[in-house]
C-alpha cells in the first residue's frame, strides 16, 4: 500500500549542483518527484497474517519499480538507492536497505524479488557451476567485487563496523587479485584469463567499434531476437555499470566516454519523458528518445531504475547551463 516518504521535499537542498542548465534542473525534479509515486509499505494484514499473503512483510517502507512490479528487487534497489542519495531521502534509501538487511535474517540471502514464492530459489544452476570450475571469469569476479563494496558501504549505513571491515578487507584482496590474474599488460584488458584483447587505452576505439553503443546508450546484446533483453534495447542498469567503470579507470580517455554515454542516455530519458510523461523499464539505443520492447509483458512505466541512474549521472556529471538537451 502506498506511504509517504517522511525525507521527501520538492526541492533539496544541495540537490544536483553540478546541474546548471534550468530545463535540464526542471526535468530532474520532476524526475525527484517520482519517488513519491513509488513509495510503498507493507499493510497491516501482511504483517500480521503473512501466511495468507505472497508478498512477504518487511519490517520498513521501500521503493517498488513501477507498473506491474508491485514488490522489492533486489536487483533494482541498487540503483533506486543511487537515485535517493542523489535525491537527498537517507531515510528513504536506509530503509530499504534495512529491508534487504531483514530478508538476510530471515533466509540467509536476499531474494530476487519479496514474494512468499521467491524463498526457494536460491540453488545455482549446473550451467553456472560448471563454467565457474571450467575457467577464471573476470566478469563474475567484478560483480563479486562490487557486491563485496555494497555490502561493506550498506553495514556502515546501518552501523555494523566489523561486517563493513570485513567485507572491505575482501574487496581489496579480490581486486589486487583481479589486476594480478586478469589484467594482460601486452593486450591492456580485464577479462577471462586465457583471453587476450585490447588495451584500457584503446576501450574506447573498440567499444564504439562494436556496435554496443548506439545513439541513445549501449545495448544489451547485438542478437535482434524481439526479447527484451536483447538489441535494440538498453538498460539503465548496463549504462551505469560501465559510466562508472569507464569514470573510475583514471584514464580521462575513458572517463570523457563515460560522460558522453551518460549524456546520450540523460538525452534520451529526457525526450521520451516529454513525449509520454513517464520514465520507462528500457529504451530503444538505435534512436534518441524511444523506448524499449519485446520480451513477455508490455514495456512497463515508473521506473525505479531509470530514475535513479538517470539521477546518479546528473549528480556525477552535471550539465552546463548553456549546453541544449534533446535529441540532436
Not at 109 to 129: E, G, H, I, P
Not at 215 to 233: C, H, K, M, V, Y
Not at 272 to 296: L, P
Request: charged share 20%; with cysteine; aromatic share 12%.
Amino acid at each position: 500500500m502506498y506511504a509517504e516518504p517522511p525525507d521527501f521535499v520538492p526541492e533539496p537542498d544541495g540537490f544536483l549542483p553540478k546541474v546548471k542548465n534550468p530545463q535540464v534542473r526542471a526535468w530532474a525534479l520532476e524526475v525527484h518527484a517520482l519517488w513519491k509515486n513509488l513509495s510503498r509499505r507493507v499493510s497491516g494484514s501482511v504483517l500480521n497474517r503473512p501466511k495468507f499473503h505472497t508478498l512477504l512483510p518487511l519490517p520498513r517502507p521501500f521503493v517498488i519499480p513501477g507498473s506491474r512490479f508491485t514488490e522489492v528487487y533486489y536487483w533494482d534497489s541498487y540503483w533506486v538507492i543511487m537515485g535517493l542519495l542523489a535525491s537527498k531521502m537517507y531515510m528513504t534509501a536506509k530503509a530499504i536497505v534495512t529491508n534487504l538487511i531483514s530478508l538476510i535474517d530471515t533466509y540467509g540471502y536476499v531474494l530476487n524479488y519479496a514474494r512468499a514464492y521467491c524463498t526457494n530459489r536460491r540453488k545455482t544452476s549446473d550451467f553456472t557451476t560448471l563454467a565457474i570450475t571450467s575457467i577464471l571469469p573476470v566478469d563474475l569476479n567484478i560483480f563479486i567485487l562490487k557486491m563485496e563494496l555494497d555490502i561493506a558501504s550498506m553495514a556502515q549505513i546501518v552501523g555494523d563496523n566489523r561486517t563493513a571491515e570485513s567485507f572491505l578487507k575482501a574487496a581489496q584482496a579480490r581486486k589486487q587479485a583481479i589486476n594480478s590474474v586478469f589484467w594482460n599488460k601486452e593486450k591492456g584488458q580485464w577479462l577471462d584469463y586465457w583471453i587476450n584483447t585490447c588495451i584500457v587505452e584503446k576501450v574506447k576505439k573498440s567499444f564504439q567499434s562494436s556496435g554496443f553503443l548506439g545513439a541513445a546508450g549501449i545495448a544489451t546484446s547485438l542478437t535482434r531476437s524481439r526479447e527484451q533483453w536483447d538489441f535494440p534495447n538498453g538498460w539503465a542498469p548496463l549504462q551505469h555499470m560501465i559510466v562508472e567503470g569507464l569514470a573510475k579507470s583514471g584514464l580521462q580517455e575513458a572517463k570523457s566516454m563515460a560522460q558522453d554515454i551518460a549524456m546520450r542516455w540523460i538525452n534520451t530519458n529526457y525526450v521520451a519523458y516529454k513525449e509520454t510523461g513517464a520514465m520507462h523499464e528500457k529504451y530503444d539505443v538505435e534512436k534518441c528518445g524511444d523506448i524499449g520492447g519485446g520480451g513477455e509483458y508490455i514495456p512497463q512505466t515508473g521506473f525505479g531504475w531509470s530514475n535513479g541512474v538517470v539521477l546518479a549521472f546528473l549528480e556525477e556529471f552535471g550539465w552546463p547551463e548553456d549546453l541544449k538537451i534533446g535529441c540532436n
